[in-house]
T-cell receptor
């Protein structure tokens, strides 16, 4: 079946450090891939997405590239800020509507 | 309101009781989704509505769980004979069409004691 595996947290970084959160997936067909973010006290928000192989999604300085050959969609940011502290979820969607989420990775950024 | 609204935000109930969780989607959104998020896990799909009908309810864990959307707008998730294992955050999301971005509410935290 379809599934998403992402690195376990928490991840703790100092401000301006480089961030990578690994995500790999298993899917039949050609899924769309997503990163969602959940800030403290807020609902899930779509951060970025990619719908086909080699697409790069980007938003708010974050980016992720859809790698079909390695079935990966790693999230990166060159310089994190304290305000980036949140839980990040990698997700995939096939067939139009059902989105499958990873377990989430909590990020703490220290000033 | 502008976003997806879920009420109540918190619900504590005794084991064996019946609960209803409400979701008000974004106005005009035809697709509505329910997810369940247990502590330390990602959201798990429960059911999807397109308009008034449940297009896919394959994620509902058992027949104690039921959801309705009678007028194609507000949806209610109903849980009968609640069990402690039902404790989780129940998330609702809506989108304008099947394949477009889904917007999530802040969830209802259900605690069964």
């Amino acid at each position: 079946g379809n599934s998403v595996t992402q690195m376990e947290g928490p991840v703790t970084l100092s401000e301006e450090a480089f961030l990578t959160i690994n995500c790999t997936y298993t899917a039949t067909g050609y899924p769309s891939l997503f990163w969602y973010v959940q800030y403290p006290g807020e609902g899930l928000q779509l951060l970025l997405k990619a719908t086909k192989a080699d697409d790069k999604g980007s938003n708010k300085g974050f980016e992720a590239t859809y790698r079909k050959e390695t079935t990966s969609f790693h999230l990166e940011k060159g310089s994190v800020q304290v305000s980036d502290s949140a839980v990040y979820f990698c997700a995939l969607r096939t067939g139009g509507f059902k989105t499958i989420f990873g377990a989430g990775t909590r990020l703490f950024v220290k000033a | 309101g502008a976003g997806v609204s879920q009420t109540p935000s918190n619900k504590v109930t005794e084991k064996g009781k019946y609960v209803e969780l409400r979701c008000d989607p974004i106005s005009g959104h035809t697709a509505l989704y329910w997810y369940r998020q247990s502590l330390g896990q990602g959201p798990e799909f429960l059911i999807y509505f397109q308009g008034t009908g449940a297009a896919d309810d394959s994620g509902l864990p058992n027949d104690r769980f039921f959801a309705v959307r009678p007028e194609g707008s507000v949806s209610t998730l109903k849980i009968q004979r609640t069990e402690r294992g039902d404790s989780a955050v129940y998330l609702c999301a809506s989108s304008s069409q099947e394949n477009t971005e889904a917007f999530f509410g802040q969830g209802t935290r259900l605690t069964v004691v």
